[in-house]
């Protein structure tokens, strides 16, 4: 069994998906119809940056997304060749709109309409308010969560992305202190993390009323592949279920591991990462380790050969 995974902010690279986009006349057509739905250079975005450019929150949450469908829709067509059928999709954080694409749950507009506003409502909660996101790096869950609870000011546990990769999310300097002191207590590594703000946190309760309007201007569907929520970590079948958790996703906690080995223990032995880069392949293989698995990225011919030779 087979489940595609999309990843989210981090992953982004100047000429993501540009060797599909060169080659395939339906992905030039793509990014043709991103940039009329949103009115960005996406291509001139992806392809060229500059990266500074890129990697605002305003244009990187629809310049990722496309570039994470154009892989998608390559892939597709592949699996449809071999007639290889697809178990779960899943995506991390921002990640989840491509899965949803996938799935069917959205179509190309709304996903992109979506994540264009989500976006510029989170680039203005990092204007309004100085909080910030640090990834702790082989500590354990349990001192974590203590030191989270001794904060001050309220910090928390964003993502839970690997047995050795927490993101803790909070207001300054109350988060600063939880990331130093996690260092002096033993962390093998502390990264403050290049985001505009402390996503996935409470803080971000405004920007979720405002995001919930604009979801539920949308219109959803029953997923057609099964989809795995970060929220819940399990799979997710009623669209009026699925809108709900998406309209929470900005202030909640992203449950990784608890997606994957959802998928693990549901059957899943091959992950693919659909999108630039390799961010998740690396976190899977941490959440699995030891266990028998495999893990494939495609963002190029390459990499997209690679899979298809080795399945």
């Not at 100047?14 to 009329?36: H, P, R, S």
């Not at 244009?59 to 060749?81: D, G, H, M, R």
């Not at 449950?255 to 390799?278: A, D, S, T």
Request: hydrophobic share 40%.
């Amino acid at each position: 069994m087979i489940a595609l995974v999309f990843p989210g902010q981090g992953s982004q690279y100047i000429g993501m998906g540009k060797e599909f986009f060169d080659k395939f006349e339906f992905i030039k057509n793509l990014f043709d119809k991103g940039e009329k739905i949103t009115n960005l250079p996406l291509k001139r975005l992806c392809f060229e940056g500059p990266f500074e450019e890129l990697t605002q929150t305003i244009n990187l949450q629809v310049s990722l997304t496309i570039t994470n469908i154009a892989c998608y829709e390559v892939l597709k067509s592949e699996l449809k060749k071999k007639n290889i059928p697809v178990s779960f999709v899943a995506g991390h954080s921002l990640g989840e709109y491509s899965a949803l694409y996938a799935s069917k749950v959205l179509s190309l507009e709304d996903v992109l309409l979506a994540v264009k506003e989500r976006g510029k409502l989170m680039d203005l909660e990092g204007k309004k308010s100085s909080s910030a996101m640090y990834a702790i790096i082989d500590f354990p869950l349990t001192e974590l969560e203590k030191l989270v609870k001794s904060a001050e000011d309220p910090v928390v546990i964003s993502n839970y992305n690997s047995p050795k990769q927490f993101v803790i999310s909070g207001k300054v300097p109350a988060v600063d202190e939880i990331a130093e002191k996690a260092k002096n207590l033993g962390a093998k590594k502390v990264v403050k993390l290049k985001v505009s703000a402390g996503f996935h946190s409470p803080l971000m309760k405004e920007a979720e009323v405002v995001f919930s309007k604009i979801l539920d201007s949308l219109k959803w569907n029953d997923p057609q592949i099964p989809f795995v929520s970060n929220i819940t970590g399990k799979e997710e079948r009623s669209k009026d279920t699925i809108k709900e958790l998406m309209k929470k996703q900005i202030t909640s906690s992203v449950r990784w591991i608890e997606c994957v080995e959802y998928m693990y223990n549901n059957g899943v032995k091959v992950f693919v990462e659909v999108g630039p880069k390799k961010v998740l392949s690396g976190l899977i293989s941490q959440i699995l380790e030891g266990k028998s698995f495999k893990c494939y990225n495609v963002e190029n011919f390459e990499t997209l050969e690679t899979f298809l030779k080795n399945f």
